[in-house]
Structures are given as structure tokens and as C-alpha cells.
């Protein structure tokens, strides 16, 4: 496909720091690649606005590969934008059309505070994960070959796509409530599904779920938003089986 030129009007949310009340800024960029990710296209405006002596606008990135997770972007109100299985640094500007006004804010959620401009805290996943605590895996003193323990092909492949998770946080700005499940029944599905996860997993899943509850986020109300705008793909299924965990759990402590 041809390299095109576009050129574009942005609302862009500014804040400046948690407590300041923000707004929608308009801004005008010119030739915009179409073959520039979504971010790099934020980096092209910021350097328009360094040379305008005006302050640059704070996004979150790290790997720009769809892997960390930090690109937490809501475009023209979606989260990471139109494409679907798609993280925002995954975006391409070919997806826009010259002349086209794109929205962009932060993710809006109780429990991801905005730190400023589009840059919001997330370290309440952090914190769920951390709450799941370790893993046990007894060595015997050796160490042991990575195929000594038999896993059926299935449960292998399911905690891979659950493991596929990368905390980006989609789901909880997608959803109506507010809901991290899709999160965190992935996390606990990850270990759950395998012999290394079983010894500390009732444990894990009662800590995690009351660490969410602590961090604020809404309950689930089944709409399935997250599952559709999951850039990983993270089933519906994993909340079934983080609910299954949990009430195993609950019902053995009793
Ligand atoms: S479940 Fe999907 S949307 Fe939610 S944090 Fe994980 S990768 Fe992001
Ligand atoms: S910057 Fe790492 S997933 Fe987007």
C-alpha cells in the first residue's frame, strides 16, 4: 500500500496533574504518515508543540509492540482505538482519513486515577497480582527438566491465552461498571490450569479477588464489553473459572 499524507484535527484530553480539572484541547497536524503508528503520530504533534515553545502532552508507552501494556489510550471513544485485537501502539494512522477529528482521552475508571494528560495509574493491578503471591515448585534439590510434569495439551493452551494478558486495562475502561474480572480471572486462570498453580491456588484466587474489591473496581454485570474490546483476545471464559476457583475456595475454608 502507498505511503500517504494526512491531515488531521485532535481533541486531545490535557490535565495537569491529578487534582486540576482538565478538558479537550484542539489541535492541527500536517502530514501525518499513513504508515506512522497512532504513537508515533502523538510524538510528530509533540514536536510541533516543543517547537511552538508549548508544553508537550504525557501518554504512557513502553514497548510499542503490543506487549507491556502501557499505551492505555481511548480513541474516538474506544478503547485503543477502531481496530479490534489491537493495542493502541499497534494503530496505524492508515486507519484515519485526511481531514478526519480524532478524540483521544485516558482511560476513565475509579480505580486508574489520571496522573496527567493521558497518563493514568494503573498500579492497582500491580497490586491484585502481588496479592496472588508465588508459585511452589519443589526441586528436590535438582534442577528439574521443564517436561517433567505432564500438562494435557488443553489446559496448556488455555493458560497460555490466559497468560496472553498484558494488564494494559482495556477491559476495565471499556466497562460500564468499571470491572477488572476480565483481569483478573485471566491471572488466576494462568495458574489455575496447570499442576505448578494448583498448591497455592485457593490461597491465590481469595487474596486477588479481595485485593479488586480493596482497589475499588465495579462488579461485573456480564455485558461482555471487555471481551470484545481485549486486545489479547482474553475470554469470557476466564471470569467463569475465576468464579468456579472461588467459590471451591470459599467453600473449603468453611
Ligand atoms: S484482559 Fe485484555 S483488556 Fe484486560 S488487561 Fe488483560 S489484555 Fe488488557
Ligand atoms: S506500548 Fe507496549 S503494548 Fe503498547
Known amino acids: ?47 510541533q508543540l516543543i517547537n511552538e515553545q508549548k508544553e508537550s502532552i504525557a501518554f504512557d508507552h513502553d514497548c510499542r509492540e503490543g506487549i507491556c501494556g502501557m499505551c492505555s489510550l481511548y480513541i474516538n471513544g474506544r478503547a485503543h482505538g477502531p481496530d479490534t485485537g489491537t493495542t493502541t501502539c499497534q494503530l496505524h494512522m492508515r486507519k484515519f482519513n485526511d481531514g478526519d477529528t480524532i478524540y483521544v482521552e485516558p482511560w476513565r475508571s475509579r480505580a486508574f486515577p489520571i496522573i496527567k494528560d493521558l497518563v493514568v495509574d494503573r498500579s492497582a493491578f500491580d497490586r491484585i497480582q502481588q496479592a496472588g503471591g508465588f508459585v511452589s515448585v519443589n526441586t528436590s534439590g535438582r534442577t528439574m527438566d521443564a517436561n517433567a510434569i505432564p500438562i494435557p495439551k488443553a489446559d496448556a493452551d488455555k493458560a497460555f491465552e490466559a497468560a496472553a494478558c ?89
Do not use: H
Not at 484530553?13 to 503508528?37: C, F, H, I, P
Not at 488466576?188 to 505448578?196: G, N, T
Not at 471487555?226 to 476466564?238: D, H, M, T, V, Y
Open 1 to 47: 500500500m502507498a505511503t500517504k499524507f494526512i491531515n488531521i484535527n485532535l481533541k486531545i484530553w490535557r490535565q495537569k496533574n491529578a487534582n486540576a480539572k482538565g478538558s479537550l484541547e484542539s489541535y492541527k497536524l500536517d502530514k501525518v504518515s499513513t504508515d506512522s503508528s497512532f504513537l508515533e503520530m502523538l510524538d510528530q504533534l509533540n514536536e
Open 166 to 254: 498484558i494488564g494494559c486495562g482495556a477491559c476495565v475502561a471499556t466497562c460500564k461498571n468499571g470491572s477488572a474480572l476480565l483481569f483478573v480471572g485471566a491471572k488466576v486462570s494462568q495458574y489455575a490450569l496447570l499442576p505448578q498453580g494448583k498448591v497455592e491456588a485457593q490461597e491465590r484466587v481469595v487474596n486477588m479477588v479481595r485485593q479488586m474489591d480493596e482497589e475499588g473496581f465495579g462488579n461485573c454485570t456480564n455485558t461482555g464489553a471487555c471481551e470484545i474490546e481485549c486486545p489479547k483476545g482474553i475470554s469470557l471464559e476466564n471470569i467463569a473459572r475465576m468464579n468456579r476457583e472461588f467459590l471451591f475456595a470459599a467453600a473449603k475454608s468453611e
